[in-house]
């Protein structure tokens, strides 16, 4: 235990904080009805796999990780325009940006 | 040569389509009519001309057809030899007749029948002559089944009368209740043989069974006991559709093909006694039928019965020529009777024999044909049907067949007595109110008659020739056998004669016969056979099929709409839903995969 | 010690920030808190020795994407409600599928990495030039790439948000509105736009 607490957190910590940001997003995608805070759960999702990422890259010194982090976050910010633009447009067909309003696809 | 069988062949169907297909054409029946018969001579012309440049050397002209893995399974084509070139005039001459005849015949019909009428004649020709020439068993039987739908379709010619409709759907199923025989014998020859060819030296066993088969449709085509039912209801057509179909041709396509098929059945000596017997029975039943009837055109419908059973009885004895001989004089003196009968209708607008009467005053001359043609048909010494008939009786003789042959002489007299009785009734005596007012025979349909009465008297003195075409040795003698079935008719004649003539009662009433005769013994047997077995077997195939066949089908169909009825409340629409089911099918995997590393 | 606690501080702030982001009844207010988690992620590299990232993570993450969203939040917001309603659906599946990927994910992490310390690792610490080289180097070609993509987003968010049959934007409908003179017969300009 003394050891563990000298050695501080390590990349095992980090990462299941990542893994409990990323339960916690899959949650609110799950829950929330409201499109823009399922986006909004999505991004929690994709800053907790930038946590891992940067976690990992300090884990093996090098900066790869980071790299790759960089992309992942331009990444998701063009997801976020795209997704914005079509609750916009769901919006405007739906006069309600609710998850359930467009169901033109049951069966 | 060839060119000029196929144009014979080629042209009536040429003309069927563009009666047929061009619009004009079928609406002015009366144009229709005269290119058709114009037509009709043509081909006559073209098949006369063939027959004289024959040099007595067969000649096959063929395509291949159906090739199957390179090697051809049939052929068509065109297969000329003295047999069937001589048949190919018959049926162009009575052919050309008719039609011309019918011109006046139908005269007065509305013109789209006419229309019609003709085109179904000239498809008739060609079919017809594509059966005559067919140089195989396959060839042969598409010919034969397309003339028997040239017979259904003109039998029905009046089809708003129901007896005519009844009578054509009759003809029709059990010409093709028999044609299943034939058929079936034509897929034995080619299962045993691969071929259909009607080649010699074929095994015993095997060419019973194809003559077996063939011959029950000769049974039903060519209208042998018990299968005769349909010849008197298809009287129902017009007279000259009797004369040429239901006497003079179609029916005697039975004949021509146990002719053309002669090597197999040779090889079947139990399918040709068999034949023998049945051929007797059956002009023996027919002639005895005749002899009860009183509507002219069923007389000779049972007539055309009973001189098909003369034929198929020849043929029975082992030579194929007495009965073709036959079949050539045949269809000249019936056609000439069935004209000859058409005239009298047309001139007193009935069938009945005791509405005519006293005809030979009023009309003479086709009265006189009519006289010809019955005296070739009864065998009167110096007409065709007495050599022809003579030459058949004396092969059975020949081959031994002693009892058919007792039967047929027989039934010479019978013959003569039931013409006789036609003839006195129908055309001596005073006129009957109704022939009053007979008018003669126009052009048309007297032309056709008096070449046809000219063959009827002389056919028999080109026995020898013709005998020499067929490529056999003939000549007439008289024998007992001869002398006795003409003393036979005359005393039939004279029968006649005396009970019909002169009222003398030189024969027993016949009230019995024609009661039992009415009561249709040999249809209500079919009609029974039908209902007790046919319907309920076709009920129980029906119920099969309705219930468990479709019923399988059904059963998948259901399943399948259930099924998806049941799978597309799955797809909610909503997105979470389907996020739901993405996150549990990773999670899934991704707990497979950690588990199985 | 002392890195324990600065980890368990700003993973209190992350788990807080994200729980209130997701159960938040205002949509307003998700949002918000969405932006508390990414400030709080970027404290997270700076204890990672990730300093750029962090600067990235605040400039390009809570200034865009979390003005971005509140402009979407405004946009599709009913007038005349003080908040904006943000309903949430029964808690089930996602727990049910949360804790499931949590369990999955943690099993992995500790069956795999060690909980404490860094090993011998090499510190990635104030190596930032080195990554702004890598950027310009080997990386080049994917950055260039990702640069495109963001132009393909940017045009595709255009067409989605437009509005349909290429109507006039409001302020020029306006303009319309006004008593302006009547255009020029069609024939006219027709035939002075041919002799141009």
Same mark, same amino acid.
């Given at each position: 235990?003394n050891?563990i607490?000298?050695?501080?957190?390590?990349?095992?910590?980090w990462?299941?904080?990542a893994?409990l940001?990323?339960?916690?997003g899959?949650?609110?995608?799950?829950?929330?009805r409201?499109?823009?805070?399922?986006?909004?759960?999505?991004?929690?999702?994709a800053?907790?796999?930038?946590?891992n990422?940067?976690?990992?890259?300090?884990?093996h010194?090098?900066?790869?990780?980071?790299s790759?982090?960089?992309?992942?976050?331009?990444?998701?910010?063009?997801?976020v325009?795209?997704g914005l633009?079509?609750?916009?447009l769901?919006?405007?067909?739906?006069?309600d940006i609710?998850?359930?309003?467009?169901?033109?696809?049951?069966? | 040569?060839v060119?000029?069988?196929?144009?014979?062949? *080629?042209?009536?169907?040429a003309?069927?389509?563009?009666?047929?297909? !061009?619009?004009p054409?079928?609406?002015?029946?009366?144009?229709?009519?005269?290119?058709?018969?114009?037509?009709?001579?043509?081909?006559?012309?073209?098949?006369i001309?063939?027959?004289?440049?024959?040099?007595?050397?067969?000649?096959?002209?063929?395509?291949?057809?159906?090739?199957?893995?390179g090697?051809?399974?049939?052929?068509?084509?065109?297969?000329?030899?003295?047999?069937?070139?001589?048949?190919m005039?018959?049926?162009?001459?009575?052919?050309?007749?008719?039609?011309?005849?019918?011109?006046?015949?139908?005269?007065?019909?509305? +013109?789209?029948?006419?229309?019609?009428?003709?085109?179904?004649?000239?498809?008739?020709?060609?079919?017809m002559?594509?059966?005559?020439?067919?140089?195989?068993?396959?060839?042969?039987?598409?010919?034969w089944?397309l003339?028997?739908?040239?017979?259904?379709?003109?039998?029905?010619?009046?089809?708003?009368?129901?007896?005519?409709?009844?009578?054509?759907?009759?003809a029709?199923?059990v010409?093709?209740?028999?044609?299943?025989?034939?058929?079936?014998?034509?897929?034995?020859?080619?299962? +045993?043989?691969?071929?259909?060819?009607?080649?010699?030296?074929?095994?015993?066993p095997?060419?019973?069974a194809?003559?077996?088969?063939?011959?029950?449709?000769?049974?039903?085509?060519?209208?042998?006991?018990?299968?005769?039912?349909?010849?008197?209801?298809?009287? $129902?057509?017009?007279?000259?559709?009797?004369?040429?179909?239901?006497?003079?041709?179609?029916v005697?396509?039975?004949?021509?093909?146990?002719? /053309?098929?002669?090597?197999?059945?040779?090889?079947?000596?139990?399918?040709?006694?068999?034949?023998?017997?049945?051929?007797?029975?059956?002009?023996f039943?027919?002639?005895?039928t005749?002899?009860a009837?009183d509507?002219?055109?069923?007389? !000779?419908?049972?007539s055309?019965?009973?001189?098909?059973?003369?034929?198929?009885?020849?043929? @029975?004895?082992?030579?194929?020529m007495?009965g073709?001989?036959?079949?050539?004089?045949?269809?000249?003196?019936?056609?000439?009777?069935?004209?000859?009968a058409?005239?009298?209708?047309?001139?007193?607008?009935?069938?009945?024999?005791?509405?005519?009467?006293?005809?030979?005053?009023?009309?003479?001359?086709?009265?006189?044909?009519?006289?010809?043609?019955?005296?070739?048909?009864?065998?009167?010494?110096?007409t065709?049907?007495?050599?022809?008939?003579?030459?058949?009786? $004396?092969?059975?003789? $020949?081959?031994?067949q002693?009892?058919?042959?007792?039967?047929?002489?027989v039934?010479?007299?019978?013959?003569? *007595?039931?013409?006789?009785?036609?003839?006195?009734?129908?055309?001596?005596?005073?006129?009957?109110?109704?022939?009053?007012?007979a008018?003669?025979?126009?052009?048309?349909?007297?032309?056709p008659?008096?070449?046809?009465?000219?063959?009827?008297?002389?056919?028999g003195?080109?026995?020898?020739?013709?005998?020499?075409?067929?490529?056999f $040795?003939?000549?007439f003698?008289?024998?007992?056998?001869g002398?006795?079935?003409?003393?036979?008719?005359?005393?039939?004649?004279?029968?006649g004669w005396?009970?019909?003539?002169?009222?003398?009662?030189?024969?027993?009433?016949?009230?019995?016969?024609?009661?039992?005769? /009415?009561?249709?013994?040999?249809?209500?047997?079919?009609?029974?056979?039908?209902?007790?077995?046919?319907?309920?077997?076709?009920?129980?195939?029906?119920?099969?099929?309705?219930?468990?066949?479709?019923? !399988?089908?059904?059963?998948?169909?259901?399943?399948?709409?259930r @099924?998806?009825?049941?799978?597309?409340?799955?797809?909610?629409?909503?997105?979470?839903?389907?996020?739901?089911?993405?996150v549990?099918?990773l999670?899934i995997?991704?707990?497979?995969?950690?588990?199985?590393? | 010690?002392?890195?324990?606690?600065?980890?368990?501080?700003?993973?209190a702030?992350?788990? =807080?920030?994200? %729980?209130?982001?997701? =159960?938040?009844?205002?949509?307003?207010?998700?949002? &918000?808190w969405?932006?508390?988690?990414?400030?709080?992620?970027?404290v997270a590299?700076?204890? &990672?020795?990730?300093?750029?990232?962090?600067?990235?993570?605040?400039?390009?993450?809570?200034?865009?994407?979390?003005t971005?969203?509140l402009?979407?939040?405004?946009?599709?917001? #009913?007038?005349g409600?003080?908040?904006?309603?943000?309903?949430? #659906?029964?808690?089930?599946?996602?727990?049910?599928?949360?804790?499931?990927?949590?369990?999955?994910?943690?099993?992995?992490?500790?069956?795999?990495?060690?909980?404490?310390?860094?090993?011998?690792a090499?510190?990635?610490?104030?190596?930032?030039?080195?990554?702004?080289?890598?950027?310009?180097?080997?990386?080049? &070609?994917?950055?260039?790439v990702?640069?495109?993509?963001?132009?393909?987003?940017? %045009?595709?968010? %255009?067409?989605?948000? #437009?509005?349909?049959?290429?109507?006039?934007?409001?302020?020029?409908?306006?303009?319309?509105? &006004?008593? %302006?003179?009547?255009?020029a017969?069609?024939?006219?300009?027709a035939?002075?736009?041919?002799?141009?």
């Open positions: 235990m050891e607490l000298a050695q501080g957190p390590g990349p095992g910590a990462m299941l904080l893994a940001l990323f339960a916690i899959v949650y609110g995608v799950l829950t929330r409201n499109l823009v805070a399922i986006l909004v759960s999505v991004e929690l999702m800053n907790a796999v930038n946590l990422l940067v976690t990992l890259s300090r884990t010194g090098s900066l790869t990780g980071q790759f982090a960089l992309f992942t976050i331009a990444l998701t910010v063009a997801e325009v795209v633009a079509l609750v916009i769901v919006h405007r067909t739906h006069r609710d998850a359930d309003a467009p169901s033109r696809l049951r069966g | 040569m060119q000029l069988a196929l144009f014979a062949l *080629f042209a009536p169907v003309m069927f389509l563009a009666i047929a297909v !061009l619009p054409q079928r609406r002015r029946g009366v144009l229709a009519g005269a290119l058709s018969s114009t037509v009709a001579v043509a081909s006559l012309g073209a098949g001309a063939a027959l004289l440049r024959y040099d007595g050397q067969p000649v096959e002209r063929t395509v291949t057809w159906l090739v199957h893995h090697r051809p399974i049939a052929s068509v084509g065109v297969f000329l030899d003295g047999v069937s070139l001589s048949m005039v018959v049926v162009g001459l009575v052919a050309a007749g008719v039609q011309v005849y019918s011109l006046g015949y139908l005269h007065g019909e509305p +013109e789209p029948h006419i229309g019609r009428y003709f085109a179904w004649q000239s498809l008739f020709i060609f079919s002559q594509s059966m005559v020439v067919a140089p195989n068993l396959l060839q042969l039987f598409a010919g089944e003339v028997g739908l040239c017979s259904y379709l003109l039998i029905g010619y009046y089809w708003t009368k129901p007896s005519a409709a009844k009578a054509a759907v009759k029709f199923w010409t093709k209740f028999a044609d299943m025989g034939l058929m079936a014998g034509i897929i034995v020859l080619f299962v +045993e043989t691969g071929s259909f060819d009607w080649q010699p030296g074929l095994a015993a095997v060419a019973t194809v003559a077996a088969g063939l011959f029950i449709g000769v049974m039903g085509k060519s209208a042998q006991v018990p299968l005769h039912i349909w010849l008197p209801d298809a009287m $129902e057509g017009p007279t000259p559709v009797s004369a040429l179909l239901h006497a003079a041709t179609m005697a396509a039975g004949v021509y093909l146990i002719v /053309r098929a002669y090597p197999i059945f040779e090889a079947a000596p139990g399918v040709l006694a068999f034949m023998a017997w049945l051929g007797a029975i059956t002009a039943v027919a002639a005895v005749a002899i009837q509507d002219i055109k069923k007389v !000779l419908a049972y055309t019965c009973s001189q098909l059973g003369y034929m198929v009885a020849a043929l @029975g004895s082992g030579h194929a007495g073709y001989f036959h079949l050539t004089t045949h269809a000249f003196f019936k056609a000439l009777l069935f004209l000859g058409g005239a009298a209708i047309h001139a007193v607008h009935s069938n009945d024999i005791h509405d005519m009467g006293g005809l030979l005053k009023k009309m003479p001359w086709s009265s006189g044909l009519f006289l010809v043609g019955t005296l070739a048909l009864i065998g009167f010494p110096g065709a049907g007495f050599f022809s008939k003579d030459f058949l009786l $004396e092969e059975l003789l $020949e081959a031994g002693l009892v058919p042959l007792a039967l047929l002489v039934s010479a007299g019978l013959t003569a *007595f039931y013409m006789t009785r036609v003839f006195s009734i129908a055309y001596l005596g005073d006129p009957s109110p109704a022939a009053e007012h008018h003669g025979t126009p052009a048309t349909m007297f032309t008659m008096a070449v046809l009465g000219v063959l009827a008297l002389g056919a003195y080109f026995g020898a020739r013709l005998a020499e075409l067929w490529g $040795e003939y000549a003698h008289l024998s007992a056998l002398l006795a079935t003409t003393g036979l008719g005359l005393l039939g004649i004279a029968l005396l009970k019909y003539a002169r009222g003398v009662d030189v024969v027993p009433s016949l009230t019995g016969l024609r009661a039992f005769i /009415r009561s249709g013994p040999v249809d209500t047997f079919w009609d029974r056979a039908w209902r007790r077995g046919l319907l309920p077997t076709a009920r129980g195939i029906g119920w099969f099929d309705r219930y468990v066949v479709d019923g !399988l089908i059904n059963l998948v169909a259901w399943a399948t709409l @099924g998806s009825e049941a799978l597309r409340k799955l797809q909610t629409g909503r997105a979470v839903d389907y996020v739901y089911a993405v549990v099918g999670v995997f991704a707990a497979y995969g950690t588990i199985a590393r | 010690m002392l890195s324990w606690l600065a980890f368990l501080v700003v993973a702030v992350l788990l =807080t920030g994200a %729980i209130k982001a997701v =159960t938040s009844a205002d949509l307003v207010h998700t949002v &918000l969405l932006a508390f988690v990414l400030v709080g992620t970027a590299y700076v204890v &990672l020795q990730a300093d750029f990232l962090a600067a990235v993570q605040v400039l390009l993450y809570t200034g865009g994407v979390i971005l969203m402009f979407a939040v405004m946009l599709t917001r #009913r007038r409600e003080a908040g904006v309603p943000s309903p949430s #659906r029964g808690p089930w599946r996602g727990l049910s599928a949360g804790l499931a990927v949590l369990l999955l994910v943690a099993t992995a992490v500790i069956r795999t990495v060690p909980l404490a310390g860094w090993g011998s090499k510190p990635v610490g104030g190596r930032s030039a080195e990554l702004g080289a890598r950027f310009l180097g080997e990386l080049a &070609l994917p950055f260039e990702l640069s495109l993509l963001l132009l393909a987003a940017m %045009i595709g968010a %255009i067409v989605l948000a #437009r509005r349909e049959g290429g109507r006039r934007p409001a302020p020029l409908r306006r303009q319309a509105a &006004l008593p %302006i003179p009547e255009p017969p069609a024939p006219d300009e035939a002075h736009g041919r002799s141009k």
